[in-house]
């Protein structure tokens, strides 16, 4: 099972006498996600995965095969941030969270509008075909708002 719940990591130093000792760095937010996506794409159920605010600037990234690329998602996800816009005026509560595009090959293309550190971003993935991807979409999803408000 993929274990997505990074806090520490520990480092054997070693001390000018000799002996080993441990000490625990503590990581970065962006480290801890993108090892988390780079688990996710080297298990082969994510081909890419990026986490990027509304105004496209990359937060963290895990490319795999790199077919699409962060350039073609982000300029889907400025051109779906639109269209979230729109739905927002159909009534409270109507702009979606997610919106999934799929290819007649069943590639996805995922976004996730999600909130991290009080900000607006966008957590975008590939999935290939007839891979499932909310459990672990789920799990990314919820280690990114533990870590912001860490």
Same mark, same amino acid.
């Given at each position: ?16 006498? #000799? ?24 298990? #082969? ?11 496209? !600037?990359? !937060? ?7 077919? &699409? #690329? ?29 919106? &999934? ?33 909310? #459990? ?6 919820? !280690? ?7």
């Amino acid at each position: 099972m993929l274990r997505l719940d990074f806090d520490k990591i520990k480092q054997q130093e070693s001390s000018p006498d #000799g002996d080993a000792r441990t000490a625990t760095i503590q990581e970065s937010p962006q480290d801890i996600i993108e090892r988390a996506m780079q688990q996710i794409v080297q298990l #082969g159920h994510f081909e890419e995965v990026y986490l990027f605010t509304e105004d496209a !600037l990359p !937060l963290a990234r895990a490319d795999g095969q790199n077919q &699409v #690329g962060i350039e073609m998602i982000i300029e889907s996800a400025i051109l779906l941030l639109g269209l979230r816009e729109i739905t927002k005026t159909l009534g409270p509560e109507s702009e979606p969270s997610e919106i &999934v595009i799929e290819g007649h090959n069943h590639r996805k293309i995922v976004f996730r509008f999600l909130e991290f550190f009080n900000k607006s971003t966008i957590l975008a993935f590939v999935v290939p075909p007839r891979k499932s991807f909310r #459990g672990l979409a789920n799990r990314l999803e919820s !280690l990114i708002q533990k870590v912001s408000i860490s």
